[in-house]
């Protein structure tokens, strides 16, 4: 386990904190997306910069790269030799929005750029409970792909087994 993705279902779904306590775990230096993508004022990065910075990660030799984004998604996939896909209940993901949202009230999450307090609306909310049964489909088949590669993929679907997967790295 080198070049690491972490993936999963949707937002609060755990990606962040998962690759952020993976990355202290294994002394393997962790990306945020969100903090490449997103500019003070969550103003969008151009989409030529937010290639280009990825593209210099995975040429590293090793890394921990945290986020979906799937248009770039090529960027990383040739590269990983680790997918850790973590889906939670569509419930446990909005609850932990909704969580999050009163925790970082006013302030910037670790793994976002500074300059973006916590935020939460209406549209974003729909966004997850409309697309979170069809992107659980396509995660799944992206899965199966990754594993016919012949990478190496987990699949973490509770809280049990995130934990116990994390009590596994040395």
């Not at 151009?46 to 040429?59: D, G, N, R, Y």
């Not at 850790?84 to 999450?109: A, N």
């Not at 679907?157 to 009590?167: P, S, Y």
């Amino acid at each position: 386990m080198k070049r690491v993705m972490v993936i999963g279902v949707s937002a609060g779904a755990g990606k962040s904190t998962f690759a952020r306590r993976l990355g202290e775990i294994s002394g393997i230096e962790v990306t945020h997306l969100d903090r490449l993508y997103w500019r003070p004022g969550w103003v969008e990065a151009p989409a030529e910069e937010f290639s280009s910075a990825q593209q210099k990660i995975v040429e590293r030799d090793r890394w921990i790269i945290e986020g979906n984004y799937t248009s770039t998604i090529d960027i990383r996939e040739p590269h990983a030799d680790t997918v850790i896909y973590i889906e939670l209940p569509l419930r446990v993901c909005l609850y932990r929005v909704m969580k999050r949202r009163i925790q970082y009230h006013g302030k910037t999450r670790e793994d976002l750029a500074e300059g973006c307090p916590e935020k939460i609306d209406w549209a974003f909310i729909k966004f997850i409970v409309t697309t979170y049964k069809g992107r659980k489909v396509k995660m799944h088949e992206r899965m199966e792909r990754y594993a016919n590669e012949g990478k190496t993929v987990h699949y973490l679907k509770t809280a049990e087994q995130i934990e116990g997967f994390l009590t596994t790295i040395k």
